[in-house]
């Protein structure tokens, strides 16, 4: 097992103080729960750093990037919600902030009048494809430290846990 980094070793002490507490406890369990807690901390940390240049946040980003993946880059508004994990009213919010700043507009559903579309603005894809290269540097890099192997065998491991979550 790799040595436990600096960051991480006060969190494992205090783990380590509570758990002997509770019976019953499972320290390692609390310990992923942490290590995932502080892995996306500063996974969003770096994330944020390249997106505040663009008086962007991780999820008005990742609003942006559900479009822009979208057939025709358009999304109804609970479409958007179910894609980016966020409440209905978050994303009303995000998608007010988009709008305002040109980078995906709402329109009438061209099949139900009762329904709005929000489709991706020239503006917004053209600042998803400058801004993904950059991330892919800032952000994901961090996952260079493993073997082809290694990251499929965590993608496994967390797609396992996070089906026994749903």
Do not use: W
């Amino acid at each position: 097992m790799p040595p436990t980094p600096r960051c991480f070793i006060p969190v494992e002490e205090k783990i380590g103080r509570v758990c002997a507490r509770l019976p019953g406890a499972n320290p390692q369990h609390v310990t992923l729960s942490q290590l995932f807690k502080h892995i996306q901390g500063r996974l969003h940390e770096r994330m944020h750093a390249v997106l505040r240049e663009h008086n962007l946040n991780p999820v008005s980003f990742v609003a942006l990037t559900m479009l822009y993946s979208a057939p025709d880059t358009v999304l109804n508004p609970s479409e958007l919600a179910d894609a980016t994990g966020e409440s209905r009213a978050n994303v009303t919010r995000i998608c007010d902030e988009l709008v305002s700043r040109g980078l995906l507009s709402r329109e009438p559903n061209a099949e139900d009048r009762r329904r709005i579309d929000l489709r991706m603005a020239e503006a917004g894809g053209e600042l998803v494809q400058m801004l993904l290269p950059q991330l892919q540097l800032r952000v994901h890099s961090a996952y260079n430290v493993l073997s082809q192997d290694e990251k499929l065998q965590l993608e496994a491991l967390l797609k396992k846990v996070l089906g026994a979550l749903e």
